[in-house]
């Protein structure tokens, strides 16, 4: 403790108010001896209590501190690893400002890997005891042959010597003239950014000739001016590990949100855009404002789905819950900006209620959009920001996490296809842009986006059609249909065999001209990526309450092909299916005349442990032709249990 008769400052964490002191008669000497409240939950220092610190010959670093890690960096990330292995090196300061997603664990390593190398001590801080648990096993698992150190509140290793730790920023009051290296990750988080005596710990930690990098997605004004005028070294990673843009963040103004609310009501546009996406296989992160909200908000929406939670800071059952979401355990996870960073799930769309409150400052708001499209399997997501009036900082964080597209577009750091404003039709590769609207802002965006010719070459099935298999009846002459079923249904419905095996089809388009040469262009010449167009009309109601499964392909033809049409509708779709059929080798069915089709009762078997027992199932398949393949493909379905078999097909 340092005192004066003017001041007085805590020399462990730095606090210098006056009215985080107080007194007591101590026992030990004899007087009354102030002490710090700041740092009390480390244990009380007054002014008597000696702080101590190790003044001999530093612990020996082992000599065995390999990386093991065999992952490969993007470019991005790699010119950002070069620079943190030359800070290190130099014993200097950097800046490393890279986007939501841009993978800055991986791109530590080498700098990491070369401190330990020099006999360097490390320690990466960050403000949050989340991050802590979730990065400390990755870097263990990458340098195996030393014990990396996880300090937080509640933490059994305090007294532990490491080379290597990983720490909350608070924990660093502990320490003085400790690291070589200091790491701090997410710079402008709370409460560091706004805490002084944790950026004092911080800078009382390093030793006095060492390196210092910061991370961060989100610097302050004062940061962005230290860059610009090129006071202090910095890099910039404006592009995902993926390579794939930042989801753009949509606005969506929703009226007097909190007034329909204490109606026990929620705007029609949010339902509408939770709907859309409850039905299908991906995640939800919904945040709102203020804790009060989360149980109202909560009752609502259960009516639409039983796998939903909320979660704020103070929840007993935080981590079991954040641990469930990421099982795909809970569907739709309510949340304060408590999850605005430090959390990564695969498969996710984000959207926020009141984006225009105070809370969501432009940071805040760029933090909630990264959580969208951060997998290599799923680099896409939706992001809404739902509000009652556009706010300086919701315009802000939707004009940077642009600029940062422009600028990874700019440097070749997005894959062909995916920088600037500029899109091509999926299948004629024609250029174009989307056209944005507000039933485009609720709905999910198209990814996979088709120019007005294509389009009107596309046939929708609509009007009369047959209750049995979608055949439209606006181009049969009146011979050919039997009720409100046509007559090639009315045929399979009156053989014994056959009758009932099929419940129902849904096909979207004719099979005209136009879409037999684009299938052909993605099922035999291989395009795989046309099916993202086919996916984007896939109606996703259908899934609800069945289990769906593809139409099989044999070995022999899945080998030939590379992949599986209906398979790659279903993923482009994001629709969870189980493969419920296998199918045997044989002429192709496209080359079989009608008789021949109907006469392969053997090319299907159901799958070992089907799971189709007591189900309702949905067939998904490319072409409905004459009704042959899902018939034989219903009737073994049926077979093994199934309760009713519907199909659906792209093309009738």
């Not at 409240?37 to 244990?43: A, I, P």
């Not at 577009?409 to 842009?433: F, V």
């Not at 298999?469 to 049969?476: E, I, S």
């Not at 590379?562 to 779709?573: C, H, K, P």
Request: charged share 25%; aromatic share 8%.
């Amino acid at each position: 403790m340092i005192k004066n008769h003017k001041q007085i400052m805590c020399v462990r964490c730095g606090n210098n108010q006056l009215n985080l002191f107080a007194s007591f008669h101590c026992a030990r000497c004899r007087r009354k001896c102030t002490y710090c409240r700041n740092c009390v939950m480390m244990g009380r220092l007054s002014e008597c209590t000696p702080l101590l610190s190790w003044t001999g010959p530093d612990t020996p670093i082992p000599a065995a501190c390999r990386l093991d890690w065999q992952g490969t960096l993007s470019s991005g990330q790699q010119h950002a690893s070069e620079k943190i292995v030359a800070a290190v090196e130099q014993s200097m300061e950097m800046l490393v400002w890279a986007v939501c997603g841009a993978g800055k664990t991986e791109l530590l390593f080498k700098g990491i890997e070369r401190a330990l190398q020099l006999k360097k001590r490390v320690c990466i801080a960050t403000p949050r005891t989340d991050v802590v648990l979730e990065l400390a096993p990755r870097l263990q698992q990458v340098f195996p042959d030393i014990n990396v150190i996880a300090l937080y509140g509640g933490s059994e290793d305090k007294l532990t010597y490491s080379p290597l730790l990983i720490s909350t920023t608070h924990q660093l009051y502990r320490y003085e003239k400790a690291f070589d290296l200091v790491i701090l990750d997410e710079m402008d988080a709370f409460p560091y950014s706004v805490d002084k005596t944790l950026q004092y710990a911080v800078r009382k930690a390093r030793k006095q000739n060492s390196s210092m990098v910061y991370l961060t997605a989100t610097p302050n004004k004062s940061w962005q001016r230290k860059c610009q005028d090129n006071k202090i070294n910095y890099v910039t990673i404006p592009a995902r590990f993926h390579q794939h843009p930042l989801p753009v963040p949509q606005f969506v103004w929703c009226g007097n949100w909190e007034k329909k609310l204490h109606r026990e009501k929620l705007p029609f546009a949010l339902l509408t855009w939770l709907k859309e996406r409850l039905i299908t296989d991906r995640q939800v992160l919904l945040f709102l404002p203020k804790i009060a909200y989360l149980q109202k908000v909560m009752s609502i929406l259960s009516q639409l789905d039983s796998n939903i939670e909320s979660v704020y800071a103070a929840d007993p059952m935080r981590v079991e819950k954040v641990k469930r979401m990421r099982n795909k355990e809970i569907k739709l996870l309510i949340t304060t900006t408590i999850l605005e960073r430090g959390v990564t799930f695969p498969n996710i769309d984000v959207a926020v209620l009141g984006a225009e409150d105070a809370v969501f400052t432009a940071s805040a708001l760029i933090q909630i959009a990264g959580r969208a499209g951060r997998s290599v399997k799923n680099p896409f997501g939706d992001v809404a920001f739902f509000h009652y009036g556009k706010t300086k900082s919701m315009v802000e964080a939707k004009q940077q996490i642009t600029n940062s597209n422009k600028e990874a577009a700019k440097k070749g750091m997005l894959l062909p296809g995916m920088g600037g404003e500029k899109m091509n039709c999926t299948i004629c590769l024609s250029s174009l842009r989307p056209v944005l609207n507000w039933t485009n802002l609720v709905k999910r965006q198209k990814t996979f986006l088709l120019c007005e010719d294509c389009i009107s070459k596309l046939e929708i099935i609509e009007g009369e059609r047959c209750n049995l298999c979608c055949r439209p009846f606006a181009l049969v002459d009146a011979r050919f249909k039997k009720g409100d079923v046509c007559l090639d249904c009315y045929k399979w419905e009156s053989n014994p065999s056959w009758k009932g095996m099929l419940d129902g089809n849904t096909s979207i388009f004719r099979y005209n001209d136009f879409l037999k040469e684009k299938i052909a262009q993605f099922k035999y010449r291989g395009d795989h990526q046309v099916a993202g167009a086919f996916a984007e009309y896939f109606p996703k109601s259908l899934v609800k309450g069945r289990v769906v499964t593809p139409m099989p392909l044999s070995a022999e033809r899945l080998y030939e092909r590379g992949f599986n049409q209906a398979e790659a509708i279903l993923e482009y779709a994001q629709i969870k299916y189980k493969p419920l059929l296998t199918r045997t080798h044989g002429e192709k069915q496209s080359k079989k005349e009608r008789q021949d089709r109907l006469e392969n009762t053997a090319a299907f078997s159901a799958a070992i442990n089907t799971g189709c027992n007591a189900q309702h199932v949905l067939l998904v398949d490319d072409i409905y032709t004459t009704g042959a393949t899902v018939r034989q493909a219903a009737k073994v379905l049926k077979a093994a249990g199934a309760i009713t078999v519907y199909s659906f097909t792209i093309a009738r």
